[in-house]
């Protein structure tokens, strides 16, 4: 699940006009309009969520590495092999979401044809949420699963040099009247984003997220960047060999099987800046009915649904969440109350509309919020 506390932006936004602000931005690199507005869809939809280490806090990432020629705008994905319930898709070095929506769209327009279908990806960039792709399974009553590899920054277990990324995984489940259940996790401790959001504002990192390039663990964002993030888990007493070994199993999903990079082959957190990167991702569909009845399964998972959030709470606790939840009630409240947009986040922004002739969209930006400052409702 995405942490989804309370934001204390230093402005909110209409998440609608944020999404135009954010195509406009890619239009102007030569990105096809429908493959801007994919892209800006995807990192708007993490905003949603709350998830902001992977919202639009990365278009700077994005266009730098548009501006420097290691993503190509224009792609053409395309099948370079297909069998009975499976495909690998050259995604061209384009724009992440572009080929991943390709291969979902594939996976769910092939699981009729069985109990499911699965696509790997190759030559691709980052794609944005994992859970945004497997959540489109849910709509159609099916179950979906969506991996990535991602740049190398995560060391494992009683190593102190980095050999595979966050590889984070995403499955998402149909219910009947409860929300539907979507796993959405790093296999790392934390998320990139999160320690590069620590970097600008100047604050401290929990123990157990990262460690120096001495392999000492720290609280100092700086030196975990220069270091590396732990698996999930944090040490080998928690269950770090947990987060290690999915880690490495996702590395084989994506990397291994699509004929991506893997492992320390993928750019580092400084090198990303320079070089193309190779990602692979994973994606499956799964049919309920290829099982069981979907009315029969999804009044089931109600049923599990109700029982663990009826789980008595520890001390200080008022609730139980299932996964995904936090992050739909996360995405009501700012559809109605705007998106709340950190100061680093908005300089960041501005920047790079000054930059693209873009000031008079983002000032229109700026003003489609609510209200500035503040906390969410």
């Not at 594939?106 to 959540?135: E, F, K, M, P, Q």
Request: with cysteine.
């Amino acid at each position: 699940m995405g942490d989804t506390g309370e934001q204390t932006g230093s402005v909110r936004v209409d998440h609608e006009i944020l999404a135009r602000f954010v195509s406009e931005v890619l239009e102007t690199y030569d990105v096809p309009s429908d493959h801007a507005d994919l892209t800006a869809d995807v990192l708007v939809a993490a905003d949603l969520a709350g998830i902001d280490s992977h919202g639009v806090s990365r278009l700077f990432y994005y266009t730098h590495k548009l501006a420097k020629g290691l993503v190509e705008p224009r792609p053409a994905p395309r099948i370079v092999s297909e069998g009975a319930g499976g495909c690998v898709i050259d995604g061209d070095n384009g724009l992440g979401p572009v080929a991943s929506q390709m291969a979902m769209d594939w996976c769910l327009a092939h699981a009729a044809d069985g109990v499911g279908a699965c696509a790997t990806v190759r030559r691709s960039n980052h794609y944005g949420i994992a859970g945004y792709y497997a959540r489109q399974a849910v709509q159609e009553g099916m179950i979906g699963i969506s991996l990535t590899n991602a740049t190398t920054f995560v060391v494992p277990t009683f190593g102190r040099k980095p050999m595979f990324g966050t590889n984070p995984i995403a499955v998402a489940v149909p219910a009947g009247e409860e929300r539907p259940f979507i796993l959405d996790m790093a296999t790392s401790a934390a998320a990139v984003g999160k320690l590069q959001l620590a970097m600008g504002a100047g604050t401290e990192i929990p123990p157990g997220w990262a460690m120096d390039s001495d392999g000492v663990s720290t609280t100092d964002p700086v030196e975990g960047f220069n270091g590396g993030l732990l698996p999930l888990g944090s040490s080998r007493l928690l269950g770090s060999h947990k987060g290690y070994g999915l880690g490495v199993m996702v590395d084989i999903f994506c990397g291994l099987l699509s004929g991506a990079n893997y492992g320390p082959e993928l750019p580092g957190l400084v090198s990303e800046f320079e070089d193309v990167a190779d990602v692979g991702h994973f994606f499956a569909v799964l049919r309920v009915d290829a099982f069981r009845p979907l009315a029969e399964f999804a009044a089931t998972m109600d049923e599990m649904i109700r029982g663990l959030k009826s789980t008595p709470t520890e001390a200080g606790e008022d609730r139980v969440y299932v996964a995904g939840e936090p992050e739909l009630e996360e995405e009501e409240r700012r559809r109605q109350w705007g998106i709340p947009l950190e100061e680093l986040v908005v300089g960041s922004l501005q920047q790079i509309a000054k930059s693209r002739g873009l000031v008079e969209r983002f000032e229109q930006l700026l003003a489609s919020g609510p209200g500035e400052g503040g906390s969410l409702p």
